[in-house]
């Protein structure tokens, strides 16, 4: 059993399940999705978020659970207000492999693919990452443009 509360990732109806890189997870032990704007059963009274200007995530977050919005960042902001009451955390700077073209606007310069973003804070508390890189078509790219961090955090785990 789990020592913490399944990661909950909350999809806009205007996320494309074919183009999403979160898809592979649905279904797997330790994950539930809720499609915006239902919520599913599940407090949040235990859990964190992840978001851009907040609070590092740290291991002192690891027994929370994770709530995840999925969606461009535009979306994403209109989500936000419904999810207020969830404490937020940050990752710290990671380059994304995510190959962006947004033409209308920019994305944040710390902004990560959703995948990514789970995968670094799964990482940050100490959490089984295999197999979450799976069907993210740029894997490889974003393991190797952030290898030093990568070394950092498995370092930072045995001290």
Avoid at 11 to 28: A, N, S, Y
Avoid at 49 to 78: H, S
Avoid at 99 to 107: A, C, G, Q, T
């Amino acid at each position: 059993m789990d020592r913490f509360p399944p990661t909950i990732i909350v999809v806009h109806p205007k996320e494309r399940r074919w183009k999403c890189m979160m898809e592979p997870l649905r279904g797997r032990p330790g994950f539930v999705f809720w499609r915006f704007p239902r919520l599913g059963p599940q407090p949040l009274d235990n859990y964190v978020q992840l978001g851009l200007n907040a609070p590092p995530l740290t291991r002192q977050d690891a027994d929370k659970g994770l709530l995840i919005l999925d969606g461009t960042w535009r979306l994403v902001e209109r989500m936000a207000p419904a999810f207020a009451h969830v404490p937020r955390r940050s990752l710290p700077q990671c380059r994304t492999a995510y190959p962006r073209s947004s033409k209308l606007f920019e994305d944040p310069e710390e902004g990560l693919a959703t995948i990514e973003a789970l995968y670094l804070a799964y990482r940050i508390l100490g959490r089984d990452t295999r197999g979450l890189l799976d069907g993210y078509r740029w894997a490889r790219q974003f393991l190797d443009r952030n290898r030093e961090l990568w070394e950092q955090l498995a370092m930072d785990e045995t001290s």
